[in-house]
Structures are given as C-alpha cells and as structure tokens.
C-alpha cells in the first residue's frame, strides 16, 4: 500500500502516456524504444515508474513479446483518447508559416523514391519555406504505420497498400516499368523484340525490401530470360544501373527512376517488350495529423511537385 501511495503522489505526464500506448501497440521494449526515440533503459525505467502508480505489472514478458495485463487494456481506449485530444489542441493552436517556419520534415521512401523526388522537393522549398529543413528517414515498414501515428514520420511516400487503419492517402502519379542499357550497346535497340530482349544479359534487382510491386516484375523476367542470362542480383536499383552502365547488361527499373538515372549516368531508356503492371505513388499520413497545418502544407508541397508533372516524374 505504501509503494501505491508514493506512486500516486506523482502525477502522469503525457510522455508517459505515449509510453503506454506504443508499448500497446508495439508489445516489445525495443521496437517501443525506437519509436520513441529513446533508449531501452530509459524506457524500462519509465515502465517501472508507471507499474508503481497503477499498482500493476502492466506488461508481462512472455517470449519475446511483452503482453499487456487486464489493466493494461483497460487503459488503451482512455489513453488512446487523451493523446488525440492533445494532438488536436495542439493543431488548432500551432500556426505554420512557411516562408519564416524552420521545422524539420521528415518522410519515408525506398531509395529509388528519393533519388527521383528530392531533387524536385528541394528546389520547391528552397523557393517557398528557405529554412524548412528535410530529413530522409529509413525504417522497418513493420515500423511504419506507429512512426506515422506517433509523428515521428510526417509522410510516407511509395505503394504501401499495407496501409490502411487511421491512414490517409492520396495518389500522386501512375507510373510503369522502363530498361535501361548503356549507349552504344553493341547488338540492344530502343524497342526490341522479346527474343531480342531475352537473349541478353540482365541485371536484377531482387523484390526485398524495395517498397515496390518489383516483385512482380522479377517474376515476370524470370519467366521470359534464361536463368543463366542473369548476371547479378542486386538489392538496389542505383547500383543496378551503375553495372548495365559498365557492361552489356540490361536493368528493369521503374519508370520515373529510370528517367533520372538514364540522365544521370547517360544511359539509354529502352521499352521493354514484356507485360509490366504499373503501380501507384501516394503519399500517406496518419488521421491524427489531417487538419494540423504544417502537415497540409507539406502534403500540398508534394501535391504540387508530382501530381500530373510527366516531365519530372519520367513516364511508362
């Protein structure tokens, strides 16, 4: 009775709460550690502090998970409802100004999204908000859908159709596939036929991790060339297109990247003579953040360099 006491003569802050409800959400010290941008032992510690005032274990390790008491979930709705409230007191109150603001915005994208946005993204700002900074950020997408809630990640932005509870979306631009070979290349045209395309050496870019439906197209290359005409496989698209760039060796990268690096690298756009779906590029944010204004500006930053722009974006 005495440890409940003390424990109560403390009052909760809204840190804590946060605790409660990624921990919730999360069931694992470690990944709850990084979304909060914190340190395990930091947080063990706040845990400790919490099991004292509610007088309960809260989360229970079981395995590897953390499990959350009966006490626990009773807390989820309450908790849940107060971090919302906060949130939107917070966007009522907060004005954003771009041209003096200098927040720092963050978003996600695969490595292929960032070389063919930031260039676009960066003028933009440079022109509007001259002190707006922005962070790049690489994460687990296992992490995703928390960093957005949270707001520890203002946008992310791909084909992450894995996204759905408390997100929003809006489309960007539709985009294809394209191949890229090196100029000159001794026996490839532009537009070659699908035995003149399989007879070549390929270089693929496996499916993992990439953000992409690229997946689909590996298999859809698989099924049209030789197993022993694929050179390398390789987990990016960039360094992909540095080898075709250095040998006979074909790449199939998504469209609006392989209009920059094509540019970039001086390589030739080739249209590969296969059926490739073509896939959608959103930006997605969590409900929470909606009406909060700097969040709206930066959405309608991307809106504005993307949407319908065939020109920066590549085409296919």
């Given at each position: 009775?005495?440890?409940?006491?003390?424990?109560?003569?403390?009052?909760?802050?809204?840190?804590?709460?946060?605790?409660?409800?990624?921990?919730?959400?999360?069931?694992?010290?470690?990944?709850?550690?990084?979304?909060?941008?914190?340190?395990?032992?930091?947080?063990?510690?706040?845990?400790?502090?919490?099991?004292?005032?509610?007088?309960?274990?809260?989360?229970?390790?079981?395995?590897?998970?953390?499990?959350?008491?009966?006490?626990?979930?009773?807390?989820?709705?309450?908790?849940?409802?107060?971090?919302?409230?906060?949130q939107s007191l917070r966007?009522?109150?907060?004005?954003?100004?771009?041209?003096?603001?200098?927040?720092?915005?963050?978003?996600?994208?695969?490595?292929?999204?960032?070389?063919?946005?930031?260039?676009?993204?960066?003028?933009?700002?440079?022109?509007q908000a001259p002190s707006?900074?922005?962070?790049?950020?690489?994460?687990?997408?296992?992490?995703?859908?928390?960093?957005?809630?949270?707001?520890?990640?203002?946008?992310?932005?791909?084909?992450?159709?894995?996204?759905?509870?408390?997100?929003?979306?809006?489309?960007?631009?539709?985009?294809?596939?394209?191949?890229?070979?090196?100029?000159?290349?001794?026996?490839?045209?532009?537009?070659?036929?699908?035995?003149?395309?399989?007879?070549?050496?390929?270089?693929?870019?496996?499916?993992?991790?990439?953000?992409?439906?690229?997946?689909?197209?590996?298999?859809?290359?698989?099924?049209?060339?030789?197993?022993?005409?694929?050179?390398?496989?390789?987990?990016?698209?960039?360094?992909?297109?540095?080898?075709?760039?250095?040998?006979?060796?074909?790449?199939?990268?998504?469209?609006?990247?392989?209009?920059?690096?094509?540019?970039?690298?001086?390589?030739?756009?080739?249209?590969?003579?296969?059926?490739?779906?073509?896939?959608?590029?959103?930006?997605?944010?969590?409900?929470?953040?909606?009406?909060?204004?700097?969040?709206?500006?930066?959405?309608?930053?991307?809106?504005?360099?993307?949407?319908?722009?065939?020109?920066?974006?590549?085409?296919?």
């Amino acid at each position: 009775m005495g440890a409940n006491l003390r424990g109560h003569a403390e009052q909760l802050d809204l840190y804590q709460l946060q605790v409660i409800d990624v921990l919730l959400r999360e069931q694992s010290l470690t990944r709850s550690a990084l979304v909060l941008n914190t340190t395990q032992p930091a947080l063990s510690k706040t845990l400790a502090r919490l099991r004292i005032y509610f007088d309960d274990p809260l989360f229970i390790r079981v395995s590897l998970s953390m499990e959350p008491t009966p006490k626990a979930l009773s807390l989820a709705a309450p908790i849940r409802l107060i971090l919302d409230e906060m949130q939107s007191l917070r966007c009522a109150q907060v004005p954003f100004d771009p041209k003096t603001s200098d927040r720092s915005f963050s978003f996600f994208a695969t490595d292929a999204g960032m070389v063919v946005m930031l260039p676009p993204m960066v003028k933009t700002l440079h022109r509007q908000a001259p002190s707006v900074r922005l962070k790049a950020v690489q994460l687990e997408e296992d992490h995703l859908h928390s960093w957005l809630k949270s707001g520890k990640v203002d946008l992310a932005i791909g084909a992450y159709p894995a996204l759905t509870q408390g997100i929003r979306r809006q489309r960007l631009f539709m985009a294809g596939y394209m191949s890229l070979m090196r100029k000159g290349h001794p026996r490839l045209r532009a537009e070659p036929t699908v035995a003149e395309f399989a007879a070549e050496q390929h270089v693929l870019v496996s499916a993992s991790g990439t953000g992409h439906g690229i997946e689909v197209v590996e298999h859809a290359l698989e099924a049209a060339v030789p197993a022993n005409h694929f050179t390398v496989r390789v987990p990016g698209f960039t360094a992909a297109a540095v080898v075709a760039k250095h040998t006979d060796g074909i790449v199939t990268l998504p469209s609006p990247l392989a209009a920059v690096l094509a540019r970039e690298l001086d390589l030739e756009l080739i249209k590969p003579p296969l059926r490739l779906p073509r896939f959608e590029v959103a930006q997605y944010w969590h409900e929470r953040f909606h009406r909060e204004a700097g969040n709206q500006w930066f959405r309608s930053v991307l809106h504005e360099c993307f949407t319908g722009s065939a020109k920066v974006i590549g085409s296919g």
